[in-house]
């Protein structure tokens, strides 16, 4: 309460006098802003767990708060934790599993080579020679998650209290819900070998470009989860990506493809792709593309934040991407009140999805949606966060708490395409208007109860694909005028 209490009067005390709308008020709001992002990160590290947890869903915030929060905790909260002691992990070891690590293990490496929130992971050899990822959960978690929990839900209510406009009440619940099936390691374990199978069933065409480290299940509990060791880029790593022989361009369109085939088709949706959860590998068969070049494998990792799309709002999610791609304001509107969002704020939840004002989204021109990902696009997202934040509150409010997280997860793509497009591409855009459209089809011929219905929904079809194949036509024409123009 202390640290809420500092930056109330900071902010106060800071911006007292300065008009609104000045520069040197703008100014001023920024290094608040620095000052307060930074002190929020101290608390979260020093008190670590949930209060990290926390901060990693303020970093993926930034259609709400403000770049200064996103950027620091962003830099800080993925995979650089404040770490457990050698000391702590033999205490999980021998309360798991009945031995130390270098019983267990032919060899085992007491430095992590990552930490988290939840979990710190550690290198290892099997006795028959095999190399292993192990993940040990931090010792305290088990101890202080309701206390952290009852503390962090009277800090957001506080907030909300004062400032009504600020309601972070949905966080708080999402958190509650999530957090005990993420202390689960068994449960990560099943949900990783069950998006496994799901992509052999659902999307065959490219289950080989996604992969999941095997599970050692018979050294694995619910607080030690011991996985195959995979080497990777980090995804958002460009220059590593390039060193492998990997073109970016296609890891951010397999990422895309990959992701929309588990929000459209699956129903089942891997919800924390940060950057620190998913790897590039070249493709282990040695395939490479038409230039020669190495295709690219994903290998997701951390697999404890799942959710379930239902039937019905998976095809409406995917009706709603559908109408984004192609600038159909009723479908827009239509599929928004569907999931929840009401007739008043389709519109600020359509800009919250795509990141682009109304005007962008309903524009006809098709890189309508492109994110250049200029200081001049990131001001403009800015100020619609700070003008609309009472409006997006309440749309966080109304939103299945399935969406949060599907919006969560955009956040989380779009800041690892913007990491290796610099900016949106226009391509990953086709190809979620592609998947999310057969997700639609394939739903209306399920549906179809007779052979004229059936009819009716393979000319759709046909017309999509007319549309698509102009679309990309159109996408190749404005590659070649900028190559043109460079």
């Known amino acids: 309460m202390m640290v809420l209490l500092f930056f109330l009067l900071d902010y106060e005390y800071s911006l007292w006098g300065l008009p609104d709308g000045s520069i040197e008020r703008e100014r001023v709001k920024r290094e608040v802003h620095t000052r307060s992002a930074h002190k929020l990160q101290e608390l979260c590290f020093k008190n670590g767990g949930i209060y990290i947890k926390l901060g990693q869903h303020i970093s993926q915030l930034e259609y709400l708060v403000p770049d ?76 202080t998650a309701a206390a952290d929990y009852a503390t962090v839900e009277m800090i957001v209510n506080t907030l909300h209290w004062i400032f009504p406009s600020f309601d972070f009440r ?44 095997r599970v050692y299940w018979n050294l694995s509990t619910s607080k030690l989860l011991v996985m195959e060791y995979i080497d990777g880029a980090q995804v958002n790593d460009y220059r590593a990506i390039r060193k492998l022989g990997v073109k970016p ?60 799309l239902d039937t019905s709002m998976r095809i409406n999610y995917a009706s709603l991407w559908k109408g984004l791609v192609f600038s159909d304001a009723n479908a827009i509107k239509e599929n928004s009140v569907k999931l929840g969002a009401g007739e008043d704020l389709y519109v600020l939840f359509a800009g919250i999805l795509t990141m682009r004002p109304w005007n962008k989204v309903i524009d006809p021109a098709v890189d309508h949606l492109v994110i250049r990902g ?5 001001s403009e997202l800015q100020m619609y966060a700070s003008q609309y934040f009472p409006q997006i509150s309440e749309l966080l409010r109304r939103l299945p708490r399935v969406i949060l997280l599907m919006l969560k997860t955009n956040d989380c793509l779009r800041a690892v395409n913007r990491a290796l497009m610099e900016g949106s591409s226009l391509e990953t855009f086709l190809i979620v208007g592609r998947v999310s459209s057969e997700a639609v ?42 190559a043109l123009t460079l």
């Open 68 to 143: 200064e929060y996103v950027q620091i905790m962003r830099q800080s909260m993925l995979n650089k934790c404040p770490v457990s002691s050698y000391d702590q992990v033999l205490e999980v070891f021998k309360k798991e599993l009945g031995g130390a690590p270098d019983e267990i293990f032919d060899e085992f490496d007491p430095t992590p080579i990552a930490s988290a929130s939840l979990a710190q992971v550690h290198v290892a050899r099997t006795h028959n020679g095999q190399k292993v990822a192990v993940k040990v959960q931090h010792t305290h978690m088990t101890d």
């Open 170 to 213: 949905w966080l708080v619940d999402e958190m509650r819900e999530s957090l005990p099936k993420e202390l689960d390691f068994l449960i990560e374990a099943k949900n990783s070998v069950k998006c496994m199978d799901n992509f052999r069933r659902f999307s065959p065409h490219i289950a080989e470009y996604v992969y999941a480290p």
């Open 249 to 308: 361009s296609d890891v951010s369109n397999l990422l895309s493809q990959s992701f929309a085939e588990m929000m459209f088709k699956h129903g089942f949706v891997h919800c924390d792709p940060h950057a620190a959860n998913v790897l590039v590998r070249p493709l282990p068969s040695g395939s490479r593309s038409i230039f020669g070049k190495n295709k690219p494998q994903l290998v997701l990792l951390d697999h404890g934040l799942y959710k379930d």
């Open 374 to 378: 200029t200081d001049g696009d990131r």
């Open 441 to 482: 089809i394939e739903s209306k011929l399920l549906r179809s109860r007779s052979f004229i219905t059936r009819i009716h929904v393979w000319f759709e079809e046909l017309l999509l694909g007319a549309r698509f194949f102009g679309l990309q036509m159109a996408l190749w024409l404005l590659k070649i005028q900028r």
